[in-house]
Nanobody, 118 residues
Framework: QVQLVESGGGLVQAGGALRLSCAAS??????VGWFRQAPGKDREIVAT????????SYANFAKGRFTISRDNAKNTVYLQMNSLKPEDTAVYYC?????????????WGQGTQVTVSS
């Protein structure tokens, strides 16, 4: 079974950086995705990384600013976020495990709040 715990969120000024961590026990054989949900908005994908870390993909807003990586020896997936903007404010979640028939990850963490002040 996959268990996911996010950390590293906080309050940062616009232009600053944060590194989120996802402690992902049991997920070494699965892709991992980072998602976010801002108040009043739908959840959206931020980035994904393959089980071996060799392949990754990013939402357009994340390209050039965010980097996803993983260290399977530490069972941890990271999301380095640079040049943060107020519109990046959201709860950030990591997800992993087998995909449902609708393409959704089976397991989700509780989320970590990221707040970017202007």
């Amino acid at each position: 079974q996959v268990q996911l715990v996010e950390s590293g969120g906080g309050l940062v000024q616009a232009g600053g950086a944060l590194r989120l961590s996802c402690a992902a026990s049991g997920a070494s054989g699965y892709a991992v995705g980072w998602f976010r949900q801002a108040p009043g908005k739908d959840r959206e994908i931020v980035a994904t990384i393959s089980w071996n870390g060799f392949s990754s993909s990013y939402a357009n807003f994340a390209k050039g600013r965010f980097t996803i990586s993983r260290d399977n020896a530490k069972n941890t997936v990271y999301l380095q976020m640079n040049s943060l903007k107020p519109e990046d404010t959201a709860v950030y979640y990591c997800a992993s495990g087998p995909l449902s028939s609708r393409g959704e990850y089976a397991y989700w963490g509780q989320g970590t709040q990221v707040t970017v002040s202007s």
